[in-house]
């Protein structure tokens, strides 16, 4: 069965950069591009990134524009998130979530999640 | 990308309907019919309940459907049970690989 699990928790100070890992197992990881959605404490779900897995070519919410880099190692069928210059509200459970392919638009299989907490 | 607009909380006893709005542009739901709903228990990761407006994956309940009319969307739950209480959100995609989440509906369960 498809399964992507996610990096631990991080502490993180203001400023620094915080890197996000996803590994996946039980599918071909190149036939599925891959989404990053973040979750800040009792707020909505924010869509923030999503990468083509076979060509690395990227696409960010503009939200994120030059804070953002999602990257992916297809040896080790495991994709990655990024993010720098961290502010206080950048706290928050960041996901990974498979897109679905073949063109249906939507995340059908999600990681469990990886906590960032922002403090000084 | 402004989020979509959806009702804070829904509600209803179990055994009936509820229908949660999505509500768009004309550059997101308007325009595609990429429409997905998620299903997120405390604590849990979102799960898909609808995709593509309209469709089930397998092992989503048919109590669970979807329509779209113009720019808003709507996800309807009938024969409402205790575990369906939960936050639903709704996702479109937006164009040139990008997608758009509302902003949640707290549904409870009476």
């Known amino acids: 069965q498809v399964q992507l699990v996610q990096s631990g928790a991080e502490v993180k100070q203001p400023g620094a950069s915080v890197k996000v890992s996803c590994k996946a197992s039980?599918?071909?990881?190149?036939?599925?591009?891959m989404h990053w959605v973040r979750q800040a404490p009792g707020q909505r779900l924010e869509w923030m990134a999503w990468?083509?897995?076979?060509?690395?070519?990227?696409k960010y919410s503009q939200k994120f524009l030059g804070r953002l880099t999602t990257t992916r190692d297809t040896s080790a069928s495991t994709a990655y998130m990024e993010l720098s210059s961290l502010r206080l509200e950048d706290t928050a459970v960041y996901y990974c979530?498979?897109?679905?392919?073949?063109?249906?638009?939507?995340?059908?299989?999600w990681g469990q999640g990886t906590l960032v907490a922002v403090s000084s | 990308q402004s989020a979509l607009t959806q009702p804070p909380s829904a509600s209803g006893s179990p055994g009936q309907s509820v229908t949660i709005s999505c509500t768009g542009t004309?550059?997101?739901?308007?325009?595609?019919?990429?429409v997905s709903w998620y299903q997120q228990h405390p604590g849990k990761a979102p799960k898909v309940m609808i995709y593509?407006?309209?469709k089930r994956p397998s092992g989503v309940p048919d109590r669970f459907s979807g329509s779209k009319s113009g720019n808003t969307a709507s996800l309807t739950v009938s024969g409402l049970q205790a575990e369906d209480e939960a936050d639903y959100y709704c996702?479109?995609?937006?164009?040139?690989?990008?997608?758009?989440f509302g902003g949640g509906t707290k549904l409870t369960v009476l």
């Open positions: 979530a498979r897109d679905s392919g073949y063109l249906r638009y939507y995340l059908d299989d």
């Open positions: 039980g599918y071909t990881f190149s036939d599925h591009h």
């Open positions: 990468i083509n897995i076979g060509s690395g070519n990227t």
């Open positions: 004309s550059s997101d739901v308007g325009a595609y019919n990429y």
């Open positions: 593509e407006v309209s």
């Open positions: 996702n479109s995609y937006a164009g040139s690989n990008s997608w758009v």
